[in-house]
């Protein structure tokens, strides 16, 4: 990292930061309402954690990585440490502009987050995600990247709408691109 700027394999002429910005907020929310996934309660949630970070800075333990195109944010991922939990850390988040998919940028916000993590002493990333198809492509860019499916809460979220937690092993040391 160097001012703020994340160090990833170029894409397109985007630009990786970790600097928050209250322009963010909207554009978190852009992003996740373009996906077509999430509910408006999913959203609001994602666009809450940049709030909160904006508010309290690294204390709300919230982190975030950002794609930025020369006009738009057009990807992120947002992580943290669990509590009481030494070495293990939440990806809460990685989500990519329906029109910039299939470009590498959430593979390449995954292995900057999953980078981040190591060099704040994290030795686990786990993830948690919904069993329905609308995230099997989640599903599938984690278990590419080498999480393996942890456990499966039946009827989590709804009734057939369970919880997958995946988890990766994080190498000290190793960038994994």
Known sequence: MVDGTILCRPIMGLHF????RPSDLEAVRTVLTDTEVF????????VSLVQEHL?????????????????SMVGFACY????????????YWVAVSPSFHGLGIGKELL????????????????VETSSRD????????????????????QDFYSD?????????????????R
Do not use: M, W
């Open 17 to 20: 930061r970790q600097t928050v």
């Open 39 to 46: 509910t408006e309660e999913e959203i609001d949630v994602g």
């Open 55 to 71: 508010e309290r800075g690294l204390e709300s333990g919230y982190h975030f990585l950002f794609a930025d195109s020369p006009d």
């Open 80 to 91: 943290g440490p669990i509590g009481c939990a030494p070495g293990r850390f939440d990806i």
């Open 111 to 126: 292995l900057a987050a999953e980078n981040e993590i190591r060099l704040q002493g994290g030795v686990r990333a786990y």
């Open 134 to 153: 609308p995230y099997a492509p989640a599903r599938r860019l984690y278990e590419k990247n080498g999480y393996s499916v942890d456990a499966v809460q």
């Open 160 to 176: 057939g709408d369970n919880k997958v937690t995946l988890v990766k092993v994080l190498s000290r040391g190793h960038s994994g």
